[in-house]
């Protein structure tokens, strides 16, 4: 089969300054798809910045200086460039607040006017992607297959979202052949907008099994008085860090000295709201006087991520919202017990409430109880462990690339 991965305004080339799941699931199953004999071609934004854009855009510009490169000398990444609408800071009513990305779609998808026809299939990953080549008649709607990665009524949990991108989703979602959903609760949202139960498929995403590597823990009871937590995750509303500061403070409390390392981008931030985010975070940690528990790690490459997880306790996401939850599976499947909401239910696609994760109300004494009676529970500390362990069998990046060509040679 020959492919079009569309990822929009994510480079999954660029993996120091794009670290979100969108470019980490195209890199990963464009590299293994092609390793099957497939051809994909990857195509991404080539942002040029204006004036006013932030340290993220001219920073991302500088690193996109080639028009074309290669992922693993196997997967090319032809960069489209486009230009972005002016003055995006005057559209922040509720209702227009939408229309600077929407616009982008329309303008960058007409680089794709005569290219997308060759292709057996469009993948395309985001709503937003796919609002410019198939509203704008650009790809046929009988070969796109849409990964939709973070719905609006994810979105919704953390942010405004307008009426007009909620509309224009809708028509995406309706228009696409096939949509491979990461989560069985997304399936079911997807079904509650009317999408047609026969063109949606659970794929779910995967993890890095030659890095991420099982290995069981005993229980930290001896440790008690150092706990160390980890939390991975781009810096923003979305992922809520901010609810580590008083996590931290409970334990402080409590007698424990906790260590918190936040593994997440705090340099290059996609939009100012998240900047702002990091800030009110560094604030309350200062006011708080926890400084000395708290290492922000920025952005690390996966390798070094797995490093940190061996020597963590406890994998702490206090996430409102995610579309699957990659990071939440890494922590589960190197055998770190993880703890995380039980409202975010995309999570349970693959983690198991007392077998292979710890859920939890979403309140800060209730993360903190979870430490508590993990590190005062042995058996139930090495059972989440093992468990952890052999989930990932079922998520690796090769499984998931497979299921989706199964898929797609059978779409018709």
């Known amino acids: 089969m020959k492919l079009a991965f569309l990822s929009y305004n994510r480079d999954p080339s660029l993996p120091s ?55 693993d000398k196997k997967v090319k990444v032809t960069r489209m460039s486009t230009k972005r609408l002016p003055y995006r800071d005057i559209y922040n009513a509720k209702n227009s607040l939408d229309v600077p990305d929407i616009v982008d779609s329309y303008l960058s998808a007409q680089k794709y006017k005569d290219i997308l026809g060759e292709y057996d299939y469009v993948c395309v990953f985001h709503p937003l992607a796919g609002m410019g080549v198939l509203l704008g008649g650009l790809s046929f709607p009988s070969k796109t297959v849409l990964f939709p990665m973070l719905l609006s009524d994810e979105y919704k949990k953390y942010q405004e979202v307008s009426e007009v991108y909620c509309d224009l989703e809708q028509k995406v979602l309706e228009m696409a052949k096939a949509i491979l959903s990461g989560s069985e609760e997304e399936m079911k949202t997807l079904e509650s907008k009317g999408i047609n139960k026969s063109k949606l498929y659970l794929v779910g995403r995967g993890y890095d099994d030659s890095i991420f590597k099982g290995r069981i823990r005993n229980s930290m009871v001896e440790k008690q008085d150092k706990v160390v937590i980890s939390c991975i995750g781009s810096i923003r509303p979305q992922k809520n860090q901010l609810q580590l500061v008083e996590i931290a403070q409970l334990l402080v409390k409590n007698g424990f000295n906790p260590i918190v390392n936040i593994i997440g981008d705090n340099q290059n931030f996609p939009n100012s709201n998240h900047k702002k985010y990091y800030e009110s975070i560094l604030k309350e940690i200062n006011r708080l006087g926890l400084k000395r528990n708290f290492n922000f790690r920025g952005y690390m490459k996966p390798k070094k991520i797995a490093e940190i997880l061996s020597e963590t ?92 060509e199964v898929i797609l040679e059978n779409l018709h």
């Open 313 to 404: 306790d406890f994998a702490v996401l206090p996430s409102r919202a995610e579309s699957f939850g990659k990071a939440a599976l890494e922590c589960i499947c190197v055998g770190v017990p993880t703890i995380i909401r039980r409202d975010v239910l995309a999570y349970k696609t693959f983690a198991e409430g007392g077998v292979n994760a710890i859920f939890v109300d979403g309140s800060s004494i209730s993360f903190v109880d979870s430490v508590l009676d993990l590190l005062n529970n042995p058996v139930l500390y090495g059972r989440i462990c093992q468990n952890g362990v052999n989930t990932g069998r079922s998520y690796t990046w090769k499984g998931v690339a497979k299921k989706i």
């Open 17 to 71: 300054i794009d670290t979100d799941g969108c470019p980490d699931t195209v890199r990963h199953l464009a590299l293994e798809l092609t390793s099957f004999g497939h051809r994909v071609d990857v195509y991404a934004n080539k942002i040029i910045p204006t004036k006013e854009d932030n340290k993220y855009l001219q920073k991302k510009y500088r690193l996109q200086n080639e028009d074309v490169t290669y992922l």
